[in-house]
């Protein structure tokens, strides 16, 4: 398990726009998913029309995983994800959910029981996984990475935690086409905060999200970011105009 230094004291990240204490950021996303955490799944379907659904079925397609594959889903939230990639690797394989909100697995622990599947749950955060070196085939993250307070962190763990020749793969939100910006803007921070307010009770944290996805780095960036993390190549795929930008990166067989 690798040792990560305190935050300095000081230390200052974004919450969407807003500057925050570092060691507060955490507590903020908490408060977020924790409120929005029962509607969760019908949000998703109202605010992406049912897109999500599809690009999330590419990221797991892209992990390339086959029967009998060791799986890891950080971030799994309700645990879609991590449904589907038990589907993939069948019984003969193993797949872990993990999560740092214990609202948000708590809900994707129900729909694990009603999909009758058999997947490992663990509450724990990202930036320090429980688990050894080389121990998983692929490991993924959707729309979870802007969240965390230090991403490089983050990635350096799935990278660890990843055999040489492993995947990892990052489905988040990112910079879309030029000419979608406008239209992308007008429905990010007038419609879904609304309905937010409408369906969850919480505008606030529909217009948080929403500034979540501007501060995200783009889809070069990232990539950069991944390659730090110690993965080669990295490659990435736009979704939807480049709404959402699933990367992977591939762990070097040798050092």
Known sequence: MQEHDQAPKGATTHFGYRQV???EKALDVKKTFDSVAPKYDLMNDLLSMGMHRLWKRRAVALTEAGKGARVLDIASG??????????KVGPQGE???TDINEAMLSEGVK????SGLTVRTALCDCEKLPFDDNMFDAATVSFGLRNMTHKDRALSEMCRVVR????????EFSHCARFLK??????????????????AGDADSYRYLAESIRMHPD???????????GMRPVKW???????CAVHVGVKPLKA
């Not at 309700?78 to 589907?87: F, G, V, Y």
């Not at 795929?237 to 709404?243: A, D, K, P, S, Y």
């Open 182 to 199: 406008p239209f992308y803007d007008l429905y990010s921070f007038r419609l879904m905060p609304w309905l937010g307010a409408k369906i």
């Open 21 to 23: 204490p570092e060691d």
């Open 164 to 171: 040489p020749g492993g995947r990892v793969v990052v489905l």
């Open 219 to 229: 889809q070069k960036t990232l990539a950069g970011m991944m390659e730090q993390a």
């Open 78 to 87: 309700t645990c879609d994800i991590a449904i589907a990639l038990a589907k």
């Open 237 to 243: 795929v736009n979704l939807t105009f480049g709404i």
């Open 111 to 114: 729909r694990l029981k009603k």
């Open 95 to 97: 797949v872990w959910a």
